[in-house]
């Protein structure tokens, strides 16, 4: 996104809210502390971005953020950050999260970030996968945090994960994993261009 500009757009707590946007949206999703956050600002390229609109205890928003672009000045690219889920139940995660995944036809693809060192997906994560199976929607397995992981055991845990997410999801799994680590910023071209590749732009 290197000719791109990120700006945060809002917060939504009900759908009229983000209904005006009509880009190709990409969401990203996973347990609390994944490193969703940081993975988010690499994408964007912003650091500050995300963590301003981070607000804690926040647990059924969504925060939108806009790429623009000189060809595309009012926002080429919707993305957004969906609220940390693993501390709670799936009904206190909400009903609009549900809503937002079942109804957004904007919705191109979802990253799943799964935390390689934990080296395989939570009760939450499967749950979360029963929906976006439920409701069509492409997603995408993104493991997080790889400069904790030697290449050998990525690669089994990569593995691992992928069957697994398939077994629940076979139609909405994307049958490819991207390896990505913040703090060596591996994997961020790779989502950048999935990105691309499937917003069509
Ligand atoms: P979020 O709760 O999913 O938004 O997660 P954050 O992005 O806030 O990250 C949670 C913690 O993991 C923070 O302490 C980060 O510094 C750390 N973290 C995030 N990404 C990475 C990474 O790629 N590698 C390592 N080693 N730590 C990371």
């Given at each position: 996104f290197s000719q791109r500009d990120a700006k945060f757009l809002f917060t939504a707590t009900k759908p009229?809210?983000?209904?005006?946007?009509?880009?190709?949206?990409?969401?990203?999703?996973?347990?609390?502390?994944?490193?969703?956050?940081s993975l988010?600002?690499?994408?964007?390229?912003?650091q500050s971005l995300v963590k301003t609109s981070k607000k804690p205890g926040h647990t059924s928003t969504l925060n939108f953020?806009?790429?623009?672009?000189?060809?595309?000045?009012?926002?080429?690219?919707?993305v957004v950050d969906m609220p940390g889920y693993g501390?709670?139940?799936?009904?206190?995660?909400g009903q609009f999260i549900m809503e937002y995944l079942s109804t957004r036809k904007e919705l191109k693809r979802v990253f799943l970030l799964v935390e390689a060192?934990?080296?395989?997906?939570?009760?939450t994560d499967l749950s979360f996968l029963e929906l976006v199976e439920q409701y069509n929607v492409p997603t995408q397995l993104l493991l997080t945090k790889t400069d904790k992981l030697k290449r050998t055991d990525l690669n089994i845990v990569s593995a691992k994960v992928l069957r697994a997410a398939m077994d629940v999801a076979p139609t909405a799994?994307?049958?490819?994993?991207i390896c990505c680590s913040y703090?060596?910023?591996v994997?961020?071209?790779?989502?950048?261009?999935?990105i691309l590749r499937a917003s069509g732009v």
């Open positions: 009229e809210q983000y209904k005006r946007l009509s880009n190709p949206e990409f969401t990203f999703a996973g347990r609390s502390n994944v490193g969703k956050s988010i600002s690499a994408v964007l390229r912003s953020f806009g790429l623009t672009s000189s060809t595309y000045p009012e926002s080429a690219i919707t501390f709670r139940s799936r009904d206190d995660w060192k934990v080296g395989e997906l939570k009760t799994v994307v049958p490819e994993v703090k060596t910023k994997g961020v071209d790779a989502i950048q261009e999935a």
